[in-house]
């Protein structure tokens, strides 16, 4: 860890609860290893507080901060710009304390959302070049529209929105008319109740992508996949859970004879990874942090 003295730098993590967080952990290894004399650290701040947290990142000079729940969706109204994919996403997960010329920070904040940006910098890292293809995705939450939105903006073919009929399924309408309506990509929303037609999109997809909650604590014992036959030996099948490390879901899809299934841990990785060249301008080398955080 890098020793604290009077120049060190200060990124925040401002969410609540947070003190569970891993994100301390990987950032601080990673600027160490970049030899920045930054530090990250966790703050607990509700709706309540942030307005006044995000003006300290003004206030104090810091680089920035990321930002989780339940901040994500509100933070927006006390920045000064947010990117294309955060404001069609409708939520942001960092907040940089933008340089001038000279490299000093200026106090002039921009909010991004590098979940979608990690999801898929995690599928280019594994060799696959995903413009043109065919992605279905289960869920209407923020991870899946982060990847859904980040995803069609840079050059997915067409997506297929899964979600059971709940309060969120609207949601999920609103993702397919901000895809259709702002990208290339052709955007249909169903539900997921209707098992024939996910398989027959599955069947059709080159990519396949869960990021709900099920697989995961108290869910790790579900799958929202049936069965095997749902899968096609070279479907891309991703799930968004890292913990537990292979899901029902993932271990379906492996049984059924798929040779390229992923879990949530690259996206875990490289969406904080992204945040941190954003305040740095430095790149971490992958391996290392790879080896670090036991991926």
Known sequence: ????????????????????SQSPTTHNLAYDKNGDDVIQLAFE????????????IRALKMLGSNISMPNKTVVHQYLD??????????????VVNTRDENGNVTGYLKGYNTDGMGYWQGIKEEGIDFKGMKL??????????????????????????????????????????????????????H???DLDLLKEKMHAADIFCDATGVGMHPLEDLSNIPD??????????????????????????????????YNGLSMMLFQALIAIELYTGKSTPVDYMKEQLGI
């Open 1 to 20: 860890m890098p020793n604290i003295t009077g120049h060190t730098e200060l990124v925040g993590l401002m969410a609540y609860p947070i003190r569970h």
């Open 45 to 56: 701040v509700d709706n309540d507080s942030l307005e006044a947290a995000v003006e300290s």
């Open 81 to 94: 710009e947010v990117d294309d994919a955060a404001r069609l996403c409708g939520a942001i997960n960092t």
């Open 136 to 189: 279905v995705l289960i869920g209407t939450g923020g991870a899946a529209t982060a990847i859904a939105v980040r995803g069609a903006l840079d050059g997915l073919g067409s997506i297929d929105i899964f979600n059971i009929k709940d309060k969120f399924y609207p949601r999920g309408e609103e993702i397919v008319n901000i895809i259709n309506e702002n990208t290339d990509c052709k955007a249909e929303m």
């Open 191 to 193: 539900d997921l109740a």
């Open 228 to 261: 095997g036959s749902f899968f096609k030996p070279d479907l891309i099948v991703t799930d968004t859970v890292y913990a537990p490390r292979e899901t029902v879901m993932m271990k379906q899809a492996r049984d059924a004879g798929v040779k390229q299934v």
